[in-house]
């Protein structure tokens, strides 16, 4: 009996026990504690992925084609791929700073901040002068002045003579050399100009064309020759001026070098940079098609 009465004793102390609010409190504490521990590592995994659907993919296809008149070929698809990566990588790290929501217009300025924050944070090495030169020697095809020419021409429009445009260019060219001052007056109308002043090959390639640009270039003497094929027809042409290139001596554009080896420098760190924040995400490319 007395053994009973004990054992009611304590039933009753643990009720009063657990009525306690400072243990109700607790023991919601501890819940709390240990469901949020669980919630935080699933979103934390959720967190570092990316998920790529098909669907997703297929739209990006179908925006490259309208932009460019063209499917997109596999190295396309790769590109449109890494930048549809990176775009959400860099939204995610933006939305971890609190710099906006997840709409499309604002998806893409939360990208260009993040972007701007990693330029911010990487620093560029100093660079000592014999490391520039070398860079120099090395690029040195960036820095060279291309060799420019001066030239007159007279057109001969096929449209205009039709089968004999080639027969009409060499007339015209007979007439030239035997009285040069009537070049002006022969030949037909040209949507551009007669005369170009000191224009390079890639000028002169965007007017007329490659195979015309590389028959200008040829050309040794100043002297009236032809006729010289371009994109719209025949040209009676003479070169009256030739400025060779020019290889400027590192001194002389030392800070135009500097320049250009800072920024080709700061892509490179910052491309390393975004590769290191992809590299903490799990990318998952989801095909949609049911089996």
């Known amino acids: 009996m007395v053994q009973l009465f004990g054992i009611i004793a304590k039933k009753a102390d643990m009720n009063k026990y657990f009525k306690d609010p400072l243990i109700h409190f607790i023991i919601l504490g501890v819940i709390v504690f240990f469901s949020h521990s669980i919630w935080q590592r699933n979103i934390t995994k959720s967190e570092y992925t990316i998920n790529v659907t098909e669907e997703e993919m297929t ?29 959400r990588v860099l ?14 217009i604002i998806r893409r300025r939360l990208a260009q901040k993040m972007r701007f924050i990693i330029e911010d944070i990487d620093t560029l090495r100093n660079l000592r002068s014999e490391e520039l030169k070398a860079w120099y020697s090395q690029n040195i095809s960036r ?15 096929p449209e205009a ?21 009537s070049w002006e007056e022969l030949g037909d109308p040209f949507i551009l100009k007669r005369s170009f002043k000191l224009s390079s090959l890639n000028e002169v390639n965007r007017n007329f064309g490659n195979r015309f640009s590389k028959s200008v270039f040829s050309i040794t003497d100043k002297e009236w020759v032809g006729p010289i094929e371009s994109a719209y027809g025949l ?21 135009a070098i500097l320049s250009q080896w800072k920024e080709e420098e700061r892509r490179r760190v910052n491309k390393d940079a975004l590769a290191k924040i992809i590299d903490k995400y799990k990318i998952n490319i989801i095909n949609d098609k049911t089996e």
């Open 59 to 87: 739209r990006q296809a179908k925006i490259f084609t309208g932009e460019n008149r063209r499917e997109p070929t596999n190295d396309d698809i790769k590109a449109l791929l890494y930048s549809y990566i990176e775009e």
């Open 91 to 104: 939204m995610r790290e933006a939305e971890r700073l609190g710099l906006g929501e997840d709409d499309t």
């Open 143 to 157: 820095f060279i002045i291309p060799e420019k020419r001066s030239f007159m021409h007279v057109y001969i429009s």
């Open 161 to 181: 003579n039709g089968g004999e445009t080639t027969k009409v260019a060499s007339e015209i060219l007979t007439k030239i050399i035997s009285k040069p001052e």
């Open 235 to 255: 040209h009676i042409v003479k070169v009256d001026k030739i400025v060779s290139k020019i290889i400027p001596e590192f001194e002389d554009i030392e800070d």
